[in-house]
């Protein structure tokens, strides 16, 4: 068990003030309304609401008014009644994370004892307490799409492209389960991933977000997973396919189409636990996945070194090409994944009021990344693995029927490995400079290994202490304290194999510029204060979040002396962050909203922790970056103005336009070894991660959506976005000072600078019955720098790719049998087999290059139009798995 760092005594204090009242990412939502007498509209006080099937209720005050806070999301039941009057339910009641749905009655005076009247509610179009752009997706809805994960439903929304959310750089997204952090922070990726089956609802907040959540500045991921009922559920989905392209020679083997090419097994079983009645409840999930992938290498050549004694000259054209091991020349795929996956969630009331949640979960993943450099040697590959693991509990209690207690605590463990063999003393390492030796103008890999073995992990504790409170029908007070403490540790080399180590594979020092080795422990906290004011002509969101943030390490005092420089300890970060966002309703079918806050998000960690010990390697010079723990946070002052519009109880139109104005984006600068020192390589220059790279983004959106009834459903959005800054990279310095080139000092298109995007949803069908939906992807063409003979000709980023455009397909048929439900599922991703050009050539701008800057013949087993060729730079052809479900 890690160690957590201790925090000074005086942040504590401070946090604890804050503590009064707080939630920290919130994962309910309300109900509230107003109950009158239906003959001559006066309110009711006193009336019972109550919603069906849960414990949770309130009582009507003297002006009729109630609200129920704490509502889990989902679709309720909600009885009204009272001694004289006819009792009232509504049914399908929609609650959604942090959002207020309204229900009112009308109550009539009982005539027929015993009566009960049965309302089915609508959920209204326009939503009038959305103060930022925010999208909340059932697991009803995500049962109808044809996605794999929650990151393919992020990607669908507004705004979003390639992973940025409103043009920023990747890792700038909060990524949530059950109101807690699960990013890694290393890299600010998730650290797994909730699979679609334990879902519940995932809200994702594009725009701006309120003072409750912290450390992100583009954008939320809010996921909800579900809980056991009172009664046994179980479900299971079982899907086969493959890729299937008239492509070939392009996609070289996919003209062997096997069903277990794509496998996806999943299942959920939920309930009472047996013999504990109807107080405890257990969830479980599990999912097993395989992709072989679509970009296959062959084994021409086996990973061996030049000094193996299965060395052979072959004729190739001509030509004698040494090769120390052939191949059987079988196919090897060389982008496969597979995922395993094991979740449990218990669930247990307590203490009368109280309710314990439980969630564990395992997620092992593994793969491999393309290299066009090795498709006639894919044995020679890197493998990447990830072992994540979670341990999560949940403790509410109700304060009466107004407040709630709420502590969240984690563990978090995320271990990453990439290696070609587990073992780094394994004898088939080759020797280390095989992969040099056996390279060629445009030729592949003919023989040789990756020798890199890198293992990292990611350890983090988290703990909130939540409360919530509805002081008045028109406030609901949040405010309080979160603390998370991080270990992270790597070990990461080059494995030796050479004369220095008797040709035997061997591991490096540590503390040397071949072997990396630390093990870090900074934390960080968060305190802050919202408060939800409706007032019926407006909701206003106002709060103010302070971040806090400790490196809990050395930095150099000389950045001119990296070798014998005093060091000193790292300076503790912190930032005041204030947000507002308003909801004015024109009308019943209109309301516009404005939003604006400052935002606080620290670098991701490696870049803190990168070469800890301050090691210049001659060889790598400017391409290894030392890392800078005193780095700032990187900050975000964001605002949009909004119209959503409903044409119809179930047409809406909307607006938004944003603009970004960001600072201190994770740059580098260059630094020089000063002379007259006890100095190595005295003179020679280095790079170090700094604050110096800026952006801006401005966009509109436009959308329409037709919502599923009648037997169809239409969604469309618009998004026009300018993404501009002065570096997409953030060694973008260093890379300029190798190439020879100043680095930009004006605003230029980032690489994720699209600047129409156009998404469409169309879906057929009656729910429960039959459903087809069909998703389509239009995009204009992304940015490249243009240069001959590798030499750039124009500002960076001045050049357009063409433009992409994809297809997807899910359609179901259901079938009922003896209270069970079984389905026939077909998915299709790629509908029409679109070669979409991801990457280009930069002298044409096209996936084939101008030869005549490529002067020279190939060297190795290949030939030149089989190097120059590129399926890396097209998307996925089509895909197609066929599955088959059952839940009761």
Do not use: C
């Not at 004006?746 to 069908?765: E, K, P, Y």
């Amino acid at each position: 068990m890690m160690a957590i760092p201790v925090p000074p005594r005086w942040l504590l204090v401070v946090l604890i003030l804050f503590a009064t009242q707080h939630v920290a990412a919130q994962t309910t939502g309300k109900i509230s309304g107003r109950i009158v007498d239906v003959m001559d509209g006066q309110p009711l006080p006193g009336v019972n609401v109550l919603l069906n099937e849960t414990m949770q209720g309130a009582s009507t005050d003297v002006d009729g008014d109630y609200f129920i806070i704490n509502i889990r999301p989902g679709t309720y039941a909600v009885r009204a009644s009272f001694i004289g009057y006819t009792p009232v339910v509504v049914q399908n009641v929609q609650v959604s994370i942090g959002q207020t749905t309204l229900v009112d009655f009308k109550l009539k005076e009982e005539v027929i004892q015993g009566e009960e009247i049965v309302i089915v509610a609508e959920k209204p179009i326009v939503q009038h307490d959305l103060t930022s752009s925010s999208v909340s997706i059932s697991a009803s809805q995500l049962a109808t799409l044809p996605v794999l994960n929650f990151s393919d439903v992020v990607a669908l929304q507004a705004g979003v492209v390639e992973g940025h959310f409103r043009g920023g750089r990747a890792g700038e997204v909060s990524y949530l389960v059950d109101g807690i952090p699960i990013n890694d922070v290393f890299n600010q990726s998730f650290a797994y991933e909730v699979q679609n089956n334990a879902i519940q609802e995932v809200n994702i907040i594009s725009g701006t977000f309120n003072a409750e959540f912290g450390q992100a500045q583009s954008g939320v991921v809010n996921i909800v997973t579900k809980e056991g009922g009172n009664r046994l559920e179980a479900t299971g989905n079982f899907y086969f396919g493959d890729y299937m392209s008239s492509d070939t020679e392009l996609f070289g083997n996919l003209n062997d189409v096997t069903p277990s090419g794509i496998y996806d097994l999943e299942g959920t079983l939920g309930g009472p636990v047996p013999f504990l009645g109807k107080r405890v409840h257990f969830f479980s999930s599990a999912r097993l996945f395989k992709n072989d992938g679509f970009l296959y290498g062959r084994n021409i050549v086996n990973p061996a070194g030049t000094n193996a004694d299965t060395g052979q000259l072959v004729q190739v054209d001509g030509r004698e090409v040494f090769v120390p091991s052939l191949g059987d020349s079988s196919w090897s795929s060389m982008n496969w994944s597979e995922l395993a996956t094991v979740q449990l969630k218990l669930t247990a009331r307590i203490f009368g009021t109280g309710k314990l949640s439980i969630n564990g979960l395992v997620q092992d993943t593994d793969g491999q990344d393309f290299d066009h450099l090795f498709r006639y040697n894919p044995g020679g590959l890197l493998r990447n693995s990830a072992l994540s693991k979670s341990l999560t509990f949940n403790y509410t209690h109700l304060l009466g029927t107004a407040s709630f207690l709420e502590f969240k605590g984690a563990y978090f463990e995320n271990e990453v490995d990439r290696f070609l063999y587990s073992d780094p003393l394994d004898d088939r390492y080759p020797n280390d400079n095989a992969l040099r030796q056996l390279a060629g103008n445009f030729s592949f890999f003919r023989g040789g290994a990756s020798m890199t073995h890198t293992s990292r992990k990611t350890t983090s504790l988290v703990a909130k202490l939540d409360l919530i409170s509805q002081i008045t029908k028109n406030h609901q007070i949040k405010s309080g304290y979160e603390y998370k403490g991080h270990e992270l540790f790597l070990d990461d080399f080059e494995v030796k194999n050479n004369s220095g180590t008797d040709f035997k594979a061997a591991i490096p020092p540590a503390g040397t510029p071949d072997h990396v080795l630390y093990t870090r422990k900074p934390f960080e906290m968060g305190a802050y204060i919202q408060d939800k004011m409706e007032f019926g002509i407006m909701t206003v969101n106002l709060g103010v979040r302070w971040d806090y943030f400790d490196a809990n390490s050395e930095v150099l005092e000389d950045f001119g002396r990296p070798r014998t420089s005093p060091r000193m300890a790292s300076t503790p970060k912190s930032q005041l962050s204030p947000r507002i966002g308003l909801a004015y309703p024109l009308s019943e079918q209109g309301v516009v909203h404005v939003s604006y806050g400052h935002f606080f998000q620290m670098p991701p960690f490696e870049f803190l922790f990168t070469n800890p010990d301050y090691i210049f390697d001659p060889e790598e010079g400017l391409n290894r970056a030392f890392g800078y723990p005193d780095l700032e946070p990187q900050r975000t002052i964001a605002y949009e103005i909004g119209l959503t519009q409903a044409l119809s109880s179930d047409v809406k139109i909307e607006g938004t336009t944003y603009f970004r104005d960001i600072r201190n984006l994770l740059g580098t600068r260059i630094e020089v070894i000063s002379a007259g020192f006890d100095e190595f390589f005295q003179l020679s220059k280095y790079g170090r991660f700094i604050n110096r790279d800026f952006g801006q983004v401005k966009g509109l959106i436009l959308s329409f959506e037709k919502r599923l009834s009648h037997g169809y459903g239409i969604q469309i959005d618009y998004t026009f976005q300018v993404a501009e800054g002065n570096a997409s990279d953030p060694r973008s310095v260093l890379l300029d000072e190798q190439a020879g080139i100043e680095s930009e000092k004006q605003l230029v298109a980032l690489d994720w600078d699209r600047r129409h995007q156009l998404n469409t949803t169309f879906t057929l069908g009656t729910p429960g019955k039959w459903i087809a939906t069909v998703i389509g992807k239009l995009g204009s063409g992304l940015p490249y720098t243009p240069s001959l003979a590798d030499e750039r000709i124009s500002i960076e980023n001045s050049g357009r790719r063409r433009g992409t455009v994809t297809f997807d397909l899910f359609a179901r048929k259901t079938f009922d049998a003896n209270g069970w439900r079984f389905s026939v599922i077909a998915r299709i991703f790629n509908l029409f087999d679109t070669r979409n050009e991801v990457n280009v050539y930069t002298d044409t701008g096209r996936t084939f290059p101008n030869l005549q800057f490529l002067p020279g013949q190939p060297q190795g087993l290949n030939t030149k139009e089989q190097f120059i060729t590129r399926p890396d730079f097209f998307s996925p052809p089509r895909q197609i798995t066929l599955g088959l479900s059952f839940s009761f």
